[in-house]
């Protein structure tokens, strides 16, 4: 029977999968620790559910996965959108379970103006969907504002600018809100500035404004790209005060122009805008006032010949009273006739009437009342007693109605209650839950900065055998000059303290060796939080 050939004998490790991609993670992540790539951002959904964002960096021949984790994505200033074109920093890993690589991301920003204009663009479609640069939602500017606050640095030469021009054209008081108007964290503070001061009270100690200037100097487009933010151009369109934009120069536009209610080249025009020139309008008054006082002397004159006119048209005052004067004669004449004749008038009606009024009428007159009431109190009385039946009937059914209404609301009650009672419960097993939860996180940050105090301690020192010098006043000495002779020490070691007398002699210290210089240590890769799933 042959015999089979041997297996060849080799040198060579063998690895598993787990530890040979391990060994690739560790080979890249140290080798591209930080990088930055730029490409064109491809499949783009938006966060993943748990916070994360997936998507893939592409050019003209290569692609690369990216990854951003939840807390970076949070931070970001510009967020990822598909097709947008970035540059990215980060640094190179892998993923061993399909074998590939990728670059997680730490920071993103926008590859060139022709980027920043698409992304301007992109979020004015957006906004404008939103209603929010209608022109059906600017309000009008005050005429003459009593208090116009100013949004803007305060070093720089916009502010002198402004005052400059308010003081020439008409004085008004101004409220200056510095903020930043360049950098990071200057869209969060002018947007904050305009919140502020529509949240200013009426009548309060600060003054509430009656306009408002958001201004700032020319600049490139990633200098004023804090105005084109969405915070501060929902706070613009959200302003119950009239705004006026005034953002660069002339030729530059910025989003917050389109959601102010009046946008102006530069802030001198914002200025020019905000008020009228003072001498204009006393102009303007005086040549009211003498066409005003023109227009009373002509109605004056006016009225004067219609007078005229009329006392001209007026009768005597003879011929006027003539015909009434006659009439009263007439009368004055007949009164003593008429009176007589009315007197005796009177006089027969009477004598008519006492003739009527015999013993035997008055009695039937008396009788036919008497029976009248007496019939009126039987009625008065049926009618009585009917009306409080019915009364009581209807008091009867209400008894009822309010005792089913009140065991119904009753029962309601109950309900509620019972369902308070065990909201309460619940809220307070999940404060006990939370508060645990609570307790336990500072225990165990109590407990690492315990543990940070003793590895700083100086008496871990004094454990590996070394000892601190004290003179009488408790006061740590550094070097034997500021010892003399005979005088009191006191000796620190790990397991107590000891009192001593120095002598005085000294002894030439000792050269010190070179040390060898320690190599450089490794820089680390950067910690990246990956997140939490949970």
């Not at 309010?402 to 909201?423: G, H, M, P, V, Y």
Request: charged share 25%; with cysteine; glycine share 8%.
């Amino acid at each position: 029977m042959p015999k089979t050939a041997a297996a060849p004998l080799t040198n060579s490790t063998e690895f598993t999968v787990s530890e040979l991609s391990s060994a690739l993670k560790r080979t890249v992540e140290d080798a591209y620790g930080n990088v930055r790539v730029r490409g064109e951002i491809s499949g783009f959904r938006g966060p993943h559910s748990s916070g994360h964002c997936y998507f893939s960096l592409k050019d003209e021949s290569a692609k690369i996965e990216a990854v951003i984790w939840k807390g970076v994505h949070g931070r970001m200033r510009f967020k990822p959108q598909e097709g947008l074109e970035v540059i990215a920093t980060g640094k190179l890993t892998t993923y061993p379970g399909s074998s590939k690589y990728q670059i997680v991301i730490e920071a993103i920003e926008p590859a060139g103006v022709g980027a920043l204009m698409a992304l301007m663009e992109e979020r004015k479609r957006k906004l404008g969907a939103e209603g929010l640069f209608d022109e059906a939602r600017k309000q009008l500017l005050p005429w003459l504002p009593e208090v116009i606050g100013v949004v803007t640095s305060p070093t720089g030469a916009v502010i002198r600018d402004i005052l400059h021009r308010l003081e020439d054209r008409f004085p008004r008081r101004v409220l200056v809100w510095p903020v930043k108007v360049q950098g990071e964290g200057s869209a969060e503070q002018v947007a904050a500035a305009i919140h502020g001061f529509n949240a200013l009270p009426e009548g309060g100690t600060i003054p509430r404004p009656d306009l408002l200037i958001v201004a700032r100097g020319g600049g490139s487009l990633e200098d004023l790209w804090s105005f084109n933010e969405e915070i501060v151009v929902r706070a613009a369109a959200e302003s119950m005060i009239p705004l006026i934009s005034a953002v660069g120069h002339e030729t530059d536009i910025t989003l917050i122009d389109f959601a102010a209610d009046k946008r102006a080249p530069t802030p001198t025009a914002a200025a020019e805008m905000a008020v009228p020139v003072r001498a204009e309008l006393m102009v303007e008054i005086s040549g009211f006032e003498r066409r005003m006082m023109l227009c009373w002397q002509r109605g004056q004159e006016s009225r004067r010949n219609e007078l005229r006119a009329a006392a001209r048209a007026l009768p005597d005052l003879s011929e006027l009273l003539a015909i009434p004067r006659q009439r009263l004669d007439g009368a004055s004449a007949s009164l003593p006739r008429a009176l007589k004749a009315n007197t005796h008038a009177h006089h027969r009606r009477f004598a008519q009437a006492s003739a009527g009024l015999t013993l035997r009428v008055l009695r039937a007159q008396i009788a036919h009342a008497t029976q009248r009431l007496t019939v009126s109190g039987e009625r008065l009385s049926l009618s009585a007693r009917a009306l409080l039946r019915q009364r009581r009937d209807r008091f009867a059914g209400l008894e009822v109605r309010l005792k089913a209404s009140k065991l119904a609301n009753a029962q309601a009650q109950r309900n509620a209650i019972t369902r308070d009672r065990e909201r309460a419960l619940r809220l307070a097993e999940r404060a006990r839950r939370a508060l645990m939860t609570l307790v336990q996180r500072q225990q165990a940050r109590v407990q690492a900065s315990s543990q940070l105090l003793s590895a700083l301690s100086y008496r871990s020192v004094l454990a590996r055998g070394f000892a601190l010098v004290r003179d009488e006043q408790g006061a740590a000495l550094h070097a034997a000059a500021a010892v003399g002779a005979g005088a009191r020490l006191s000796i620190e070691f790990a397991d107590g303290r000891i009192g001593v007398t120095a002598d005085g002699d000294r002894t030439a210290p000792a050269p010190r060796e070179a040390k060898p210089a320690a190599p450089a240590a490794p820089k680390k890769a950067p910690k990246i939080d990956q997140g939490s799933l949970f």
